[in-house]
């Protein structure tokens, strides 16, 4: 992740609504992908103040409504009532199909959180020029979210949400659920600790779900062999079987040598997602370190590089944040096996990318 700037002078941050200096408007302009101050136009909405974009925008419902979003739209010639309203959600906010209910006490926090994360995500995929897109777009499978909340107890009543009673964080043909709960910082602790997991965070429910995503993107139909020999058999044993088997017995011994978690194995595409979670994490910290002057190593280098310079970058942070009392940004050791498994990541992305380009 990059910084940004302030017309006032001030840095301003990827997460940003406000500079802190100036107390002006700022949000992501979509027309030169930055977070810029706002101004106010006379007729409605707004300008983007970088003198080489200055384009004319208007605020995502999402960031007007309910400030769960800090995006802009590009602002149409004529924007007629009700259409206006269709299109003001943002190029992060149109991918939704259930948001959490806001009568809900703390939802709305929550949801202000998941979305934050989602935004992040969006970033990294749009550096790495990955493809996601709509059904009216021409990427398949489409892509959307759905953020949803366990049935609760409410005065005496059970108050369900679309239905169901619990909600499984998960990917289904593109469709990514997310439980509302994991953006409460308690219980995501709980289950952290529960599941023995070194780290449990928004950021990483989206990247692992979008890596299930990718899978059926990339890999499905395309390039499935290849799959298998890294990460085994996909078919066999079943999706099912396998969940049952690893609740049964857990991870077989010494699964760090060739999983980068224990959940990974429990199924090649379990595997995959949280291989592709690691990745995509690799890839946000060598962006931001790069822009911050930490490391030269760009994302698309070669892996070997990138491998090194996150290291180098995370041995650093590990020790900040040690001294702080905080749990480690990267692990000390990345084996050869799952090495071999991020290049053919590294690989495939690289190869879709290229593509595109051509
Ligand atoms: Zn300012
Ligand atoms: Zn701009
Ligand atoms: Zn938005
Ligand atoms: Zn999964």
């Known amino acids: 992740m990059r910084t940004y700037d302030c017309v006032c002078g001030n840095r301003l941050f990827f997460d940003n609504s406000q500079c802190l200096n100036c107390e002006r408007e700022v949000g992501w302009c979509p027309a030169c992908a930055r977070i810029a101050a706002l101004e106010p136009l006379a007729e409605g909405g707004y300008r983007c103040t970088y003198e080489d974009c200055g384009a004319a925008l208007l605020k995502c419902l999402n960031y007007s409504e309910h400030q769960v979003c800090n995006r802009m739209v590009a602002m149409q010639g004529d924007i007629a ?8 959600l943002c190029d992060c906010c149109r991918y939704n199909d259930v948001v959490p209910d806001l009568s809900i006490p703390g939802h709305l926090e929550r949801w202000a959180a998941l979305e934050a994360a989602k935004r992040r ?3 990294t995929l749009d550096l790495l020029g990955l493809p996601h897109g709509t059904p009216e777009e021409s990427v398949e499978p489409p892509l959307s979210f759905s953020f949803m909340a366990d049935a609760m ?5 059970w108050r369900t949400t679309a239905g169901t009673d619990k909600v499984y964080t998960g990917h289904a043909e593109g469709h990514i659920t997310i439980n509302v709960k994991e953006a409460d910082d308690v219980e995501r602790e709980r289950l952290r600790i529960d599941m023995n ?7 990483g429910h989206f990247r692992h779900e979008i890596g299930h995503y990718y ?3 990339l890999v499905k ?3 499935e062999e290849n799959s298998r020999r890294l990460f085994g058999d996909h078919d066999n044993p079943t999706y ?4 049952e088997r690893y609740y049964d017995q857990g991870p077989p011994e010494n699964w760090q040598e060739r999983f980068v978690s224990a959940y990974a194995t ?5 595997d995959f997602a949280e291989t592709f979670a690691f990745y995509l994490d690799i890839v946000s910290v060598i962006d931001t370190a790069r822009n911050l002057g930490l490391s030269r190593v760009e994302h698309d280098d070669r892996l070997s590089s990138v491998l090194s310079a996150f290291q180098q970058v995370g041995l650093a942070v590990n020790e900040l944040n040690r001294d702080m009392g905080l749990t480690d940004l990267v692990p000390e050791v990345i084996t050869p096996a799952i090495r071999d498994k991020l290049e053919y990541i590294h690989g495939v992305i690289g190869a879709c990318t290229k593509g595109k380009h051509r």
Request: proline share 5%; glycine share 10%; no cysteine.
């Open 266 to 270: 429990m199924h090649p595409w379990e």
């Open 221 to 223: 139909g395309r390039d």
């Open 215 to 217: 899978w059926d993107v």
């Open 240 to 243: 099912s079987e396998a969940l």
């Open 81 to 88: 009532e009700g259409e206006g309203e269709a299109s003001a």
């Open 121 to 123: 995500l969006f970033y």
């Open 153 to 157: 107890p409410d005065a005496g009543l």
């Open 197 to 203: 997991e070194s780290h449990r965070t928004l950021i």
